[in-house]
């Protein structure tokens, strides 16, 4: 495996919410009232390669987006490390910090919510090349024209507003966004999940296409397990903020180890299968803002047992690149 672009040390996203006036006020009185706090990602650690496409999956509410955006540096970390090219990302400043700003990109779930309604589209491609001095303002128009032709819109239709195009076409855009400023890594999160069907293939054959021709890597955020199971080199598998499972590609989806990881694939929609009965994963995802101690996810465990109920599994390696936090494997 060739050089990490992005490895994840031990990261962990904590989101707070303050006692308002009103709250400390009733505290002085015995109300008791706290903070609320939810931990979005708990204990995250992995690597990814420089080429690679790591797919991201889970149930929603498994802090698989909050992870994405901490990657891309949207978000700042509460604990641990990012590392961009073996260098921890806190550390950089000035042109190496605006280099490793531009490198990783991310492209969003809704690209109606993430495309600005009152700019046009040569302006939401153009604008970033042109401040970060890629491009001149003269060379702008036919910078862009080429990042719309080389994601599959007419050039012509620069002079548009977001409202004036399909989904698909929003979703294009987005990523003619991303590209603009010649990134090596992209988050991907969700990025086809309000398209049909029918549009889902086309855009994730313009993904791998880009891969292919522009040497890209992404991190593939996705609950579609069909999705990631077809573009991704490895999967990461998230349950209530933390890593269940790592494993290449081939080998988890053909002996999933984790008890999590085999129920999600016990559902995903298989051509071949026949009279095959739908069994949902028993018991309702916990509160984040109260998860269950030990391991997350024994309360929905058929296995559970006695240590799963108070002691964390650690993420430790079960065979040649294949890692499982589950106690199981220690049994």
């Known amino acids: 495996m060739s050089e990490p672009i992005i490895a994840l040390e031990h990261v962990s996203k904590r989101f707070v919410t303050p006692l308002d006036l009103a709250a400390q006020a009733a505290n002085l009185f015995g109300a008791g009232l706290r903070e609320v706090a ?25 802090g698989k987006s909050t992870l994405g955006r901490i990657v891309a540096d949207i978000l700042p970390p509460s604990a641990g490390t990012v590392q961009f090219r073996g260098k921890p990302r806190d550390t950089l400043e000035g042109a190496a910090a605006r280099a490793a700003a531009l490198k990783v990109q991310m492209i969003f779930q809704d690209p109606m919510a993430s495309l600005n309604p009152r700019m046009r589209v040569a302006d939401i491609v153009g604008e970033a090349p042109v401040v970060h001095g890629i491009v001149t303002r003269a060379e702008r128009r036919d910078y862009v024209d080429s990042l719309l032709a080389r994601v599959g819109l007419d050039p012509r239709y620069a002079t548009r507003y977001p409202h004036q195009f399909s989904g698909g076409q929003r ?161």
């Open 171 to 331: 979703a294009r855009i987005g990523i003619a966004r991303a590209l603009a400023v010649k990134p090596d890594f992209i988050v991907c999160d969700e990025s086809v999940a309000a398209l049909d069907v029918s549009i889902q293939a086309q855009i994730l054959n313009l993904f791998m296409e880009l891969r292919r021709d522009l040497k890209l890597t992404y991190l593939f955020i996705s609950h579609d397990l069909g999705v990631v199971e077809h573009l991704s080199d490895r999967v990461v598998i998230m349950y209530l903020g933390r890593v269940v499972e790592i494993a290449p590609t081939e080998a988890l989806f053909r002996a999933p180890n984790h008890p999590y990881t085999r129920a999600l694939l016990a559902n995903v929609p298989r051509l071949e299968a026949k009279k095959q009965r739908f069994a949902p994963i028993a018991g309702e995802i916990p509160s984040p803002l109260d998860p269950p101690a030990g391991c997350h996810f024994h309360p929905r465990c058929p296995f559970a047992m006695a240590r799963c109920k108070a002691e964390a599994p650690a993420l430790t390696e079960i065979a040649p690149g294949h890692r499982s936090a589950c106690h199981l494997n220690a049994a």
């Open 38 to 62: 939810v931990q979005a990602v708990d204990d995250v650690s992995f690597a990814v390669a420089e080429g690679e496409v790591v797919g991201l999956a889970g149930e929603s509410g498994c």
